[in-house]
């Protein structure tokens, strides 16, 4: 589902824990590290697509976790060329992103990178809350930094 500017709408995920770092994950395949992230797919809420991708990225349920917030609007990256694929009849520009920041309720042990059949992530850690703005490709970084800030006074709560 690609929206009229080329822009595929997505969720990101931002998974805290009680000294407020963030879960950072490594691709599979690559030596390439993220927070977890996947489209919405028609028909499915934001929410529903944060909780889906969740499970399918991180192994973790809808109660293993408190959703804290979320960004108000769609915060956008464009895809390298090199990236992208082809998309039917629209040209596929990159992603359109809400937010979310949630608190993991469970632990450590609860996160499973395994409950997909073909696993996103093969390793994770957990890092300080402004690491990932240096840590992440180029083309992602002005959504990171937006997302952190924006949902930075959220870890007060």
């Given at each position: ?6 822009y595929?709408?997505n969720?990101?995920i931002?998974?805290?824990?009680a000294?407020?770092q ?12 993220q927070f977890?992230q996947?489209g ?6 934001a929410?529903?697509?944060l909780?889906?991708?969740?499970y ?10 408190e959703?804290?917030?979320?960004t108000?609007g769609?915060?956008r ?14 040209r596929f520009r990159g992603?359109k ?9 469970g ?7 395994d409950r ?8 994770w850690r957990w890092?300080d809350y ?8 180029d083309?992602k970084r002005q ?10 006074p959220?870890?007060?709560?």
């Amino acid at each position: 589902m690609i929206d009229r500017d080329g822009y595929r709408p997505n969720v990101g995920i931002i998974i805290t824990n009680a000294e407020n770092q963030v879960f950072w994950a490594r691709r599979c395949r690559c030596d390439g590290w993220q927070f977890p992230q996947g489209g919405i797919q028609r028909k499915e809420t934001a929410e529903e697509a944060l909780y889906r991708e969740l499970y399918e990225e991180v192994g973790l349920e809808h109660g293993q976790v408190e959703i804290r917030g979320r960004t108000q609007g769609w915060l956008r990256y464009d895809l390298p060329r090199a990236y992208q694929r082809p998309s039917g009849t629209r040209r596929f520009r990159g992603q359109k992103q809400v937010w979310f920041l949630l608190r993991l309720m469970g632990c450590d042990a609860d996160v499973r990178l395994d409950r997909s059949s073909a696993p996103e992530f093969d390793e994770w850690r957990w890092v300080d809350y402004w690491s990932p703005i240096d840590a992440i490709v180029d083309f992602k970084r002005q959504v990171y930094q937006s997302a952190l800030t924006e949902l930075a006074p959220l870890l007060l709560r």
